[in-house]
């Protein structure tokens, strides 16, 4: 139902940054927490970040507290990672989603993959050592 499409990825030099951005359609865009996840080669989906519906609650994975930023301007349907101090181990497609109920109060510890229902094509962030 909501459409999201990410940009903003690319390649960077260890301690750079990025921002990436996810577009999304449709008009209850606002009703929706959000969530970043991103997989490398090989590996399982990663949760890296959230945030509620009304941007008052945010949620980032131990790998990015600190140096991630998460935020959403919902008048222009528009969600945000931005990504500081990049380190090599950051490499992998980013996904942005939109959570699978609405108006959600409260994820149960980290989100899970299983908690959204819409999600992106990804874009790549390849950070060199």
């Known amino acids: 139902q909501v459409q999201l499409v990410e940009s903003g990825g690319g390649l960077v030099q260890a301690g750079g940054s990025l921002r990436l951005s996810c577009a999304a359609s449709g008009r209850t865009f606002s009703n929706y927490a959000m969530g970043w996840f991103r997989q490398a080669p090989g590996k399982d989906s990663e949760f890296v970040a959230a945030?509620?519906?009304?941007?008052?609650?945010?949620y980032y994975a131990d790998s990015a507290k600190g140096r991630f930023i998460i935020s959403r301007d919902n008048a222009k349907n528009t969600v945000y990672l931005q990504m500081n101090s990049l380190k090599p181990e950051d490499t992998a497609v980013y996904y942005c989603?939109?959570?699978?109920?609405?108006?959600?109060?409260?994820?149960?510890?980290?989100?899970?993959?299983?908690?959204?229902?819409?999600w992106g094509q990804g874009t790549q962030v390849t950070v060199s050592s």
């Open positions: 945030i509620s519906w009304n941007g008052g609650r945010t």
């Open positions: 989603a939109a959570d699978k109920i609405v108006f959600r109060q409260l994820f149960r510890g980290s989100p899970l993959t299983g908690d959204f229902g819409s």
